[in-house]
């Protein structure tokens, strides 16, 4: 079931809506407003509509059996869905920290951090690498007694 409908589902007579972003009433094709007026029309009869059946696409939403069995589990849905898609094709895929750094000064931390690694004669950190490393210096700042040291 759609969250819209849950939210929608007058049961005690409230006087507010769920509200459609505007992408997706952009997006809103001819079928799905007959969809909603029939809906409509089902819902003042005093009929419940019936269950949707989920389609392959939103039972296999990554590709990744456990990943997607998670997901089901959970019971969350994700609301503005085509929004969140347009921002995967846009942006692609957000690391590890990308709520803390933007992806131009984490670029740019890895570039300066590859030339002081080149200049002392060593190999260049990968992505991965400096992901871990930057980790570990957070959770071991929560201890101040500990420090990383190199072996």
Known sequence: MD??????????????????SEAEEADESP?????DEGGAAAES?????PPV?????????TGNAYVDHLIQASGLHIVRDREVRTA???RGELGLFSL?????????LQTR????LKTKGRLEATEFEIDAY???EIAMSFNPVTEIKEL
């Open 3 to 20: 969250i819209s409908q849950l939210l929608n589902n007058d049961s005690d007579g409230a006087d507010w809506e769920f509200e459609a």
């Open 31 to 35: 079928e799905d407003e007959a969809d």
């Open 45 to 49: 009869d005093g009929e419940e509509a």
């Open 53 to 61: 059946s989920t389609s392959p696409s939103a039972q296999r939403r």
């Open 88 to 90: 995967y094709k846009d």
């Open 100 to 108: 803390f750094f933007t992806r131009e000064l984490w670029t740019s």
């Open 113 to 116: 951090t590859n030339e002081m």
């Open 134 to 136: 930057i980790g570990l």
